[in-house]
Nanobody, 120 residues
Framework: QVQLVESGGGLVQPGGSLRLTCAAS????????MGWYRQTPGKQRELVAL???????TYQDSVKGRFTISIDNAKNTVYLQMNSLKPEDTADYYC??????????????WGQGTQVTVSS
């Protein structure tokens, strides 16, 4: 079983910064990718940023230049540094991980979510 534990959400003023952290634990033979999605009421969950274990990154257009995703492969931990936050970044942020759980099988896991509110 794999668990994802998120931290770092909260309330911040527009223009401020937050850093989200997500640590994967359990029986993990390797991480394929980790990332962050976000969701607001009535909308589908959307990709914010994704990083492959080799370092390749993907960002939603609206966060490019403001958010930076990074990974510590030794700790199975992913970080999302969010700068220049805008009210439209307000959402529940969910950690995602694709991990190898046996020699032959990969699986997707989700965190419980952490709330980010950008408001003055």
């Amino acid at each position: 079983q794999v668990q994802l534990v998120e931290s770092g959400g909260g309330l911040v003023q527009p223009g401020g910064s937050l850093r989200l952290t997500c640590a994967a634990s359990g029986t993990i033979f390797g991480v394929g990718a980790m990332g962050w999605y976000r969701q607001t009421p009535g909308k589908q969950r959307e990709l914010v940023a994704l990083i492959q274990s080799g370092g390749t990154t993907t960002y939603q257009d609206s966060v490019k230049g403001r958010f930076t995703i990074s990974i510590d492969n030794a700790k199975n931990t992913v970080y999302l540094q969010m700068n220049s936050l805008k009210p439209e970044d307000t959402a529940d942020y969910y950690c995602y991980a694709n991990v190898r759980v046996t020699i032959l099988r990969r699986a997707d896991y989700w965190g419980q979510g952490t709330q980010v509110t950008v408001s003055s």
